[in-house]
C-alpha cells in the first residue's frame, strides 16, 4: 500500500512480558519517528530514525524501551518487562526527509494487564 | 527546549458555531504544521505555514501564522459535525530541524 502501516493493530500483553511492535514507513521516506498517545492525550515523541541511526533517543521514557531501523525500512520499538503505565497508542509516522510532513501510520493499540 | 502550548485543551460548540485553537511556541519557528486526529484515528496532515503572517484558507477553515512566527490559530467557521476531532499543531525550530514538537491538541466536540 501506499500508507504507513503498522502491526499489530492490537495488542494485549501480561505485565512484565516483552513485546514488539512494528512499522513499515511510506517507500522512500528517509525519515521515521514514533510517538506515544495517551487515551485523551497528546502526542510524546519518543524516537527518531534518520536513516538507520537514531540520533534522537531523548524521548525514550526508560531503558525498557529500545528501537531498531533496518534497510532504512522497516522499525521495530520494542519494550521490555512492560508495565500498565506503558498502555497507550504507539503511532508511527514516516517523511520524505526530517522535518517535513509526517505521515502516520493507523497505530497499534498496547494494553497491559 | 523548546514547547509548544495549545489552547483550549477541550472545546465543545452547537453545530454552526465557530471554533478557534490558538498555538504558542516559547521559540520562533521555521514553519508549523496542523494536523487533524479524527476519534479512533490518527493524525492527518492539514497545512503547512511557512511565512511570516501567512494566512492560508481550506474552504471553511482559516489557518494563520503569527508576524514573530511564534503564533498560529486555525479557525473554524459553521462548524459541521464532521469537524470533530483534536487539532494539533505541530513547529519546526528551524528549517531541516530533526523533529516537529506537538501541541497538546484541542478537542473539539459539536451538538448537532
Known amino acids: 500500500g501506499a500508507g504507513v502501516s503498522q502491526s499489530p493493530s492490537n495488542k494485549v500483553t501480561e505485565k512484565g512480558k516483552d513485546v514488539e511492535l512494528r512499522c513499515d514507513p511510506i517507500?522512500?521516506?528517509?525519515?521515521l519517528y514514533w510517538y506515544r498517545q495517551s487515551l485523551g492525550q497528546g502526542l510524546e515523541f519518543l524516537i527518531y530514525?534518520?536513516?538507520?541511526?537514531?540520533?534522537?533517543k531523548s524521548g525514550l521514557p526508560s531503558d525498557r524501551f529500545s528501537a531498531e531501523r533496518t534497510g532504512g525500512s522497516v522499525s521495530t520499538l520494542t519494550i521490555q518487562r512492560t508495565q500498565q503505565e506503558d498502555s497507550a497508542v504507539y503511532l508511527c509516522?514516516?517523511?520524505?526527509?526530517?522535518?517535513?510532513?509526517?505521515?502516520f501510520g493507523p497505530g497499534t493499540r498496547l494494553l497491559v494487564l | 527546549g523548546q514547547q509548544v502550548m495549545q489552547i483550549p485543551q477541550y472545546q465543545h460548540v452547537q453545530e454552526g458555531e465557530d471554533f478557534t485553537t490558538y498555538c504558542n511556541s516559547s521559540?520562533?519557528?521555521?514553519?508549523i504544521q496542523w494536523y487533524k486526529q479524527r476519534p479512533g484515528g490518527h493524525p492527518v496532515f492539514l497545512i503547512q505555514l511557512v511565512k511570516s503572517g501567512e494566512v492560508k484558507k481550506q474552504k471553511r477553515l482559516t489557518f494563520q501564522f503569527g508576524e514573530a512566527k511564534k503564533n498560529s490559530s486555525l479557525h473554524i467557521t459553521a462548524t459541521q459535525t464532521t469537524d470533530v476531532g483534536t487539532y494539533f499543531c505541530a513547529g519546526q525550530s528551524f528549517r531541516g530541524a530533526q523533529k516537529l514538537v506537538f501541541g497538546q491538541g484541542t478537542r473539539l466536540t459539536i451538538n448537532p
Open positions: 509516522a514516516s517523511t520524505r526527509s526530517l522535518g517535513e510532513t509526517q505521515y
Open positions: 521559540t520562533t519557528l521555521s514553519n
Open positions: 517507500s522512500g521516506h528517509t525519515a
Open positions: 530514525f534518520q536513516g538507520n541511526s537514531a540520533p534522537d
